[in-house]
């Protein structure tokens, strides 16, 4: 079956740092693919997607390539900022079939 | 922007009790679900729903039931709420059930079962 394996946390970095956070999946199709970011005392939301193999997904300065010989989709920040501080959650969507990651808790310190 | 909302943001109860979570989104989305998120076990799907008056059982839908009268609500029940129950729930809605949409997820629900 589907499955998604992310980074464990905690991880702390300071400011300014560079950020990877580790996904891989295995899946029986070709899925998409999401991060989602969860900051305190809110629910998920969507950071970035990739619908298809090589595609990149990007936005506040995140990036993950969906890459299909490696099954993975690896979360990178070339310069985390404290504001950056939330749990990251990887996830693919086979519907009706939907997996998410463990989450990986992302502290960034001053 | 999109927007679901749960009814409540934490919420105590007691073994035995029934428990209702209620989840809306105000964007005409089709597709429901119902999410428990518990440390180092990410979210785990419960229940969804493509439309109104259907359901599908998710990979832990034992002890909880749903119901989706009206396309803009979902309720989770807890027939006889238990202990281990407690936990974060999430309700998610999407618009299609194309792979690449996005889920929109409400605050969330904390819930204690004493």
């Known amino acids: 079956g589907n499955s998604v394996t992310q980074m464990e946390g905690p991880v702390t970095l300071s400011e300014e740092a560079f950020l990877t956070i580790n996904c891989t999946y295995t899946a029986t199709g070709y899925p998409s693919l999401f991060w989602y970011v969860q900051y305190p005392g809110e629910g998920l939301q969507l950071l970035l997607k990739?619908?298809?193999?090589?595609d990149k997904g990007s936005n506040k300065g995140f990036e993950a390539t969906y890459r299909k010989e490696t099954t993975s989709f690896h979360l990178e920040k070339g310069s985390v900022q404290v504001s950056d501080s939330a749990v990251y959650f990887c996830?693919?969507?086979?519907?009706?079939?939907?997996?998410f990651g463990a989450g990986t808790r992302l502290t960034v310190k001053p | 922007d999109v927007k679901v909302t749960q009814s409540s943001r934490y919420l105590v109860k007691r073994t035995g009790e029934k428990v209702f979570l209620e989840c809306v989104q105000d964007?005409?989305?089709?597709?429901m679900f119902w999410y428990r998120q518990d440390p180092g076990l990410g979210l785990r799907l419960i229940y969804f729903?493509?439309?109104?008056?259907?359901?599908e059982k998710g990979d832990i839908p034992e002890g909880y039931s749903v119901s989706r009268e009206k396309k803009e609500r979902f309720s989770l029940i807890l027939e006889s709420a238990s202990t281990n129950q407690t936990s974060m729930y999430l309700c998610?809605?999407?618009?299609?059930?194309?792979?690449?949409?996005?889920?929109?997820f409400g605050p969330g629900t904390r819930l204690t079962v004493l």
């Open positions: 964007m005409d989305h089709e597709n």
């Open positions: 998610a809605s999407t618009l299609l059930a194309g792979e690449g949409d996005t889920q929109y």
């Open positions: 990739a619908t298809k193999a090589d």
């Open positions: 729903s493509y439309d109104v008056k259907m359901k």
């Open positions: 996830a693919l969507s086979e519907l009706p079939d939907m997996r």
